[in-house]
């Protein structure tokens, strides 16, 4: 079983930036995916970021060129670095691991981040 504790969401205004992070209960292998998943209120959820081995990684559309997702394998950490940030990017962000690109074992709990106008 691993936890995922995620962190660092809060209040910004729009333009601005935040850094999230999520650790691992214990050691994740390091060829496993990792990614962050977010979502707004009366909406799916939606894929924001994964990274995966030799630090390969994916963004969604809405946050390329934007966001940053990078992880530590030692500290068995991912993190999502969110530049620029719009109103639209409000929503309760949650972090995720798992052995396959599209199927997650496990979850965060989430955390939010609103930005205003």
């Known amino acids: 079983q691993v936890q995922l504790v995620e962190s660092g969401g809060g209040l910004v205004q729009a333009g601005g930036s935040l850094r999230l992070s999520c650790a691992a209960s214990?050691?994740?292998?390091?060829?496993?995916?990792m990614g962050w998943f977010r979502q707004a209120p009366g909406k799916e959820r939606e894929l924001a970021a994964i990274?995966?081995?030799?630090?390969?990684?994916y963004y969604g559309d809405s946050v390329k060129g934007r966001f940053t997702i990078s992880r530590d394998n030692p500290k068995n950490s991912v993190y999502l670095q969110m530049n620029s940030l719009k109103p639209e990017d409000t929503a309760v962000y949650y972090c995720?691991?798992?052995?396959?690109?599209?199927?997650?074992?496990?979850w965060g709990q989430g955390t939010q981040v609103t930005v205003s106008s």
């Open positions: 995720a691991t798992g052995l396959k690109r599209y199927e997650y074992d496990y």
């Open positions: 214990r050691r994740t292998f390091s060829n496993y995916y």
């Open positions: 990274t995966w081995s030799g630090g390969s990684a």
